[in-house]
T-cell receptor, first 112, second 112 residues
Framework: SQQGEEDPQALSIQEGENATMNCSYK?????LQWYRQNSGRGLVHLIL?????REKHSGRLRVTLDTSKKSSSLLITASRAADTASYFC????????????FGTGTQLKVEL | EAGVAQSPRYKIIEKRQSVAFWCNPI?????LYWYQQILGQGPKLLIQ????????DSQLPKDRFSAERLKGVDSTLKIQPAKLEDSAVYLC??????????FGQGTRLTVV
């Protein structure tokens, strides 16, 4: 079963614009992770936010976490064509022994 | 550091045949995951190992899928007999406790 539901399923923006993706999940977590997947390739880790953190930055990425609403968002600022990929959130469930469960993903297309 | 190695990269088999996938995780990573990713969907956890013990295999179709992790290092995932709906990318990942996962490039399986 999928732990997270991501919204939107697909997003198309122009280069230079910001892209926001949302993730909702169901259970208590130790941390929440965001991954990127280029077509036909493996997943690459982007950022990890722990359950006691509310916001985290890494370069052009900004992640927020609201554990009371069981939701997270990923913001990519000043997007580039190279950011075109699928983005997934994944939750490390509390008490789950490091079990990592992925969401449904957002397909981002950045056009020139 | 060397990444997660998977082989083969591609495999085409007929239904009812058997197939095996191999994964070599990053050295020192106790946790190893096998995921199934059907086109357009998020990765679905099939089985998770901690060293050579199974932590979670609740979504592994045990009538046809099996997995083992020898000596807590390499792992193999087997399907016997394969069905058309097993066509997917099979991803292996490894991690340290409470850290993000590193993924291999995956094995793309086509069952005809």
């Amino acid at each position: 079963s999928q732990q997270g539901e991501e919204d939107p399923q697909a997003l198309s923006i122009q280069e230079g614009e910001n892209a926001t993706m949302n993730c909702s999940y169901k259970t208590s977590i130790n941390n929440l992770q965001w991954y990127r997947q280029n077509s036909g390739r493996g997943l690459v880790h982007l950022i990890l936010i722990r359950s006691n953190e509310r916001e985290k930055h890494s370069g052009r990425l900004r992640v927020t976490l609201d554990t009371s609403k069981k939701s997270s968002s990923l913001l990519i600022t000043a997007s580039r064509a190279a950011d075109t990929a699928s983005y997934f959130c994944a939750t490390d469930e509390a008490g789950g022994g490091n079990k990592l469960t992925f969401g449904t993903g957002t397909q981002l297309k950045v056009e020139l | 550091e060397a990444g997660v190695a998977q082989s083969p990269r591609y495999k085409i088999i007929e239904k009812r045949q058997s197939v095996a996938f191999w994964c070599n995780p990053i050295s020192g990573h106790a946790t190893l995951y096998w995921y199934q990713q059907i086109l357009g969907q998020g990765p679905k956890l099939l089985i998770q190992f901690q060293n050579n013990g199974v932590v979670d295999d609740s979504q592994l179709p045990k009538d046809r899928f099996s997995a083992e992790r020898l000596k807590g290092v390499d792992s193999t995932l087997k399907i016997q007999p394969a069905k058309l709906e097993d066509s997917a990318v099979y991803l292996c990942a490894s991690s340290l406790p409470r850290q993000w996962a590193f993924f291999g490039q995956g094995t793309r399986l086509t069952v005809v």
